[in-house]
């Protein structure tokens, strides 16, 4: 099983601050990699998938990077709105995982 | 709109057996794999088990492999979980997910329900 290691566990940051959110695989996943964004009381929402295209309707403030072991996603200039937790999945081997998630918090 | 309504959680006894159903309306069913993840209350999500659109394929975590059956049936539009043996650990919000592409399977989850909690408990 590929174990998604995600940091930090808990970000803080001002609104219109820049947020750099991290997520390592345990093994090569390539690009087969996606995030998403989940507010509390909430079901997730598909934000990049193969690990940096935004899926349909997501604001271009986020923006995703990385392959093989490593990737980031980045909030640009962080809205009130995006304040929530986001979660990394890896598609590349049976079965799915999640990373663990990053909280991000208003400072 | 897509739309995913899951039903059938509630309270069990540890050993007990629940099914759970996702409905799903607004776009057409039988061409998305689907899937069904959960989450422990507090905390993160963990994918529970995934089906292509022919129903011919199936998967499942270990954790349920032997224990949870995923299921479909195209002609009622609608997703199935029956989960057995059921175990305190299985306490959880379980949401059904839409593969985000048409005939064929990502594995990326682009439309959820908004979850039915499972309670194992004695």
């Given at each position: 099983e590929i174990v998604m290691t995600q940091s930090p566990g808990t970000l803080s940051v001002s609104p219109g601050e820049r947020a750099t959110l991290s997520c390592r695989a345990s093994q090569s996943v390539s690009n087969n990699l996606a995030w998403y964004q989940q507010k509390p009381g909430q079901a997730p929402r598909l934000l990049i998938y193969d690990a940096s295209t935004r899926a349909t309707g997501i604001p271009a403030r986020f923006s995703g990077s990385g392959s093989g072991t490593d990737f980031t996603l980045t909030i640009s200039s962080l809205q009130s709105e995006d304040f929530a937790v986001y979660y990394c999945q890896q598609y590349n081997n049976w079965p799915l995982t999640f990373g663990g998630g990053t909280k991000v918090e208003i400072k | 709109?897509?739309?995913?309504?899951?039903?059938?959680?509630?309270?069990?006894?540890?050993?007990?057996?629940?099914?759970?159903?996702?409905?799903?309306?607004?776009?057409?069913?039988?061409?998305?794999?689907?899937?069904?993840?959960?989450?422990?209350?507090?905390?993160?999500?963990?994918?529970?088990?995934?089906?292509?659109?022919?129903?011919?394929?199936?998967?499942?975590?270990?954790?349920?492999?032997?224990?949870?059956?995923?299921?479909?049936?195209?002609?009622?539009?609608?997703?199935?979980?029956?989960?057995?043996?059921?175990?305190?650990?299985?306490?959880?919000?379980?949401?059904?997910?839409?593969?985000?592409?048409?005939?064929?399977?990502?594995?990326?989850?682009?439309?959820?329900?908004?979850?039915?909690l499972v309670t194992v408990s004695s």
């Open positions: - | 709109e897509v739309q995913l309504v899951e039903s059938g959680g509630g309270l069990v006894q540890p050993g007990g057996s629940l099914r759970l159903s996702c409905a799903a309306s607004g776009f057409t069913f039988s061409p998305f794999a689907m899937t069904w993840v959960r989450q422990a209350p507090g905390k993160g999500l963990e994918w529970v088990s995934a089906i292509v659109g022919s129903s011919r394929t199936t998967y499942y975590a270990d954790s349920v492999k032997g224990r949870f059956t995923i299921s479909r049936d195209n002609s009622k539009n609608t997703l199935y979980l029956q989960m057995n043996s059921l175990r305190a650990e299985d306490t959880a919000l379980y949401y059904c997910a839409k593969d985000r592409i048409y005939w064929g399977s990502s594995w990326q989850f682009d439309s959820w329900g908004q979850g039915t």
